[in-house]
DNA sequence: CACAACGACTTGAGGGCTCAACTATTCCCG
DNA sequence: CGGGAATAGTTGAGCCCTCAAGTCGTTGTG
């Protein structure tokens, strides 16, 4: 690959096998998911996991915020995907009675139907995809790699608390 | 493949924990890549990766379908991404005299110096994203662990070659 | 108390991606 | 060869998401 610079610290030829086989191995589970929940249940991974958490939820109702930082979406992104599913009726707002500036997102009896139905082949799908693919060994060490990134990434940060509009994931924009 | 239920094979517990985990640190580490990569070189993840496969062919081009199933992108994804950056001037697109269905996309002087320039900032975060949050062994697991996934869900199929729009990764549409 | 700083959401423009057509070639086979 | 089937690539509508800006409510301080 390109190589001009001089202090830049270079991956290795393995370490560069492990990134491509990472991201390959990524990208054909991810849009898999997605593929398979779409299709099946409607609905975008990053929207059934807003249903999952809010179904979890005591009352099955969270603020929007805290919503937003367990989910790990931003506040535009679950603004968004709300407003959708609330149009769908899966999702209801009411306004939070001890902070006026905030809403309460609610799940809907015909949402947690809606997931239900959905989660039973996911998670066949996930079985299938992932942990078929991997020994015991590896399931464990699994875990531990992605709880040590975890770690590393939110090293201190509120480990889920939420900045601005920070928690936010990626761009957009274009090219030039 | 869906199972109303019953004979669904749940995950347990831990498998659980580490779909959790393993799905937060992806989130974590790619919002991050791509936030890096667009607001330092304007163009996003896909976009770079197809730009590597490019500068690594021979000649700096290739045929759009074998770009497409190398660079892991849906035909239609990698039609619309070298429009666009055939647009910036940093690819540029021209039949192929042996298939006269065919184009070959070819990497610009201005693409590779494009891609060169944003290279050393991304190595950097991968790096310190991902590999320095690992141990040796951990990163040695985790490149058997990619491999064994990449190679259980391509098993047999098409290592590479690429079906219809097939290849393409995941959904859209609306929720109802 | 007034007012500025901050926090909780929302909104809209812009861009990327998928899906589903659609065009143009090339292949295959009787 | 003639014509249907497969292949290469493109295009447009629709959706999700990001960024940046905007609206309100809350807090803190002089």
Known sequence: MPVP????????????????SF?????????????????GAGLPHAYFEILVRLSEAPDRAMRM??????SL???SRLSHAVARMEETGWVRRRP???DRRGQIA??????????????????EEVRSLLFDALTETQREAL?????????????????????PDTPGPGPSRRPA
Chains 1, 2 share one sequence.
């Not at 991201?23 to 299709?39: G, I, P």
């Not at 915020?65 to 367990?70: I, Q």
């Not at 875990?143 to 889920?160: F, K, M, N, Q």
């Open 96 to 98: 939070c009675e001890s």
């Open 65 to 70: 915020s805290e919503l937003a930082s367990t």
């Open 143 to 163: 875990l531990e790699i992605s709880d040590a990134i975890v770690d590393h990434i939110t090293r201190g940060d509120p480990p889920w608390p939420v900045a």
């Open 73 to 75: 979406s931003s506040r």
């Open 5 to 20: 610079d001089e202090g830049t610290r270079w991956l290795t030829e393995r370490e560069q096998r492990t990134w491509r």
């Open 23 to 39: 991201l390959t191995a990524n990208r054909l589970l991810f849009d898999q998911v997605e593929r398979q929940l779409q299709q």
């Open 106 to 123: 609610e799940l809907t009896a015909e949402g947690l139907a809606q997931l239900e139905a959905a989660v039973p082949s996911h998670v």
